[in-house]
């Protein structure tokens, strides 16, 4: 590997977010080595990185960030300068049926990363190694830390935690455990927060590829309770940017928002996708007819929406996609998966 190259550890890169960003970045940058480390859980799909997968800037490692060992053996081969942490358990639902996963791969896969990244980049507390000390971590979470919101008011970064899932306490535990390996050993860490993403490779368990299999199937689409639950939504290119950002000029110990500004809430998700492919693969029967109303999960929260004005003020970051360009492209890259 040419010794002018950065090498990142992007792990779990084989996931949603994670199998957008790696493309994105290779190529945009030609300075930098990634390395993905991905255990392939069902949430993982390698084919999603087909078109980069025998770069001369890319490495694929499969394996687990809980593997203390392995995150050593990592930083040690390849010389790690960044972490790019995409890794985790995710979906609500399945940390309400099955909690212990969440908090293993959250809390203490989080905790390997950064303890080792401060055995290699840090000589003691605030004093970098050679040559260290622009090697940054950065920790990918999400909005659901802060809670739910009423009818009104927006996430901001000092909006107090309030996590309501398994899954958001265990994110928001890995958050704290970022802040603190900045203001306990001074590492150069940032976090960002985003909002519920949507885009190409989304597992299909998600609520956006369940509406679109279920339709084009024409079986039930099930909205939980009322379907009045809302989310922000960002498109997943417009967020894969935002990393960029802050990872490159984002302020070190700092947290950035990253949101669509586009709140909608799931009933209207279900329409407009329904009428999307009324225009596009039209059936005998309007595909909104499918949508079925089912038993609310417990401890769904009621609204999540961002305030990104703090990433668009300080590094000049814009979601370029409202919700229905960004749907729309969507829609067709999954009606691509389904019906080929």
């Known amino acids: ?26 190529h945009k940058y ?31 490692v499969k394996g687990d960030i809980c593997d203390k060992k392995l995150v050593k053996f990592l930083f040690k081969k390849y010389e790690i300068n960044h972490v790019i942490h995409f890794a985790a358990e995710s979906h609500v639902d399945n940390s309400i049926n099955s909690p212990e996963a969440f908090i293993n791969t959250n809390v203490v896969g989080t905790f390997n990363l950064l303890d080792v990244a401060r055995e290699f980049w840090m000589e003691s507390p605030f004093k970098f190694k050679k040559g260290c000390k622009k ?57 960002s927060n985003c909002s519920n993403n949507y885009g190409p490779k989304q597992h299909d368990e998600k609520l956006i590829p369940t509406i679109i299999r279920k339709a084009i199937d024409g079986e039930t689409i099930p909205i939980y309770g009322d379907g009045k ?47 999307i492919l009324d225009e596009l693969k039209p059936q005998k029967k309007l595909y909104k007819d499918l949508i079925t109303f089912v038993k609310d999960r417990p401890g769904h929260d009621f609204r999540y929406a961002i305030d990104a004005t703090k990433i668009e003020n300080e590094i000049g970051w814009k979601a370029e996609e409202n919700f229905e360009t960004g749907i729309l492209k969507t829609i067709h890259w999954y009606l691509s998966k389904y019906t080929s």
């Open 135 to 191: 090697n940054r971590f950065h920790h990918i979470s999400t909005d659901e830390v802060y809670g739910t919101l009423g009818e009104k008011g927006l996430f901001k970064e000092i909006t107090p935690y309030a996590p309501n899932s398994p899954y958001s306490a265990s994110k928001a535990s890995s958050d704290f455990l970022v802040r603190s390996y900045f203001h306990t050993y001074g590492m150069n860490v940032v976090t």
């Open 229 to 275: 639950n809302i989310r922000d939504w960002l498109y997943v290119e417009d967020h894969c940017k935002g990393i960029d950002l802050v990872f490159h000029e984002g302020v070190m110990g700092g947290t950035y928002n990253i949101g669509g500004k586009n709140e909608r809430d799931n009933l209207y998700i279900a329409n407009k996708i329904c009428s």
């Open 30 to 60: 030609n300075n930098y080595h990634i390395i993905n480390l991905d255990k392939l859980t069902y949430a993982g799909e390698l084919s999603n990185l087909s078109a980069i997968e025998n770069s001369n800037t890319y490495t694929f």
């Open 1 to 26: 590997m040419p010794n002018n190259k950065k090498h990142i550890l992007i792990t779990g890169g084989a996931g949603f977010i994670g199998s957008n960003f790696i493309p994105f970045f290779i």
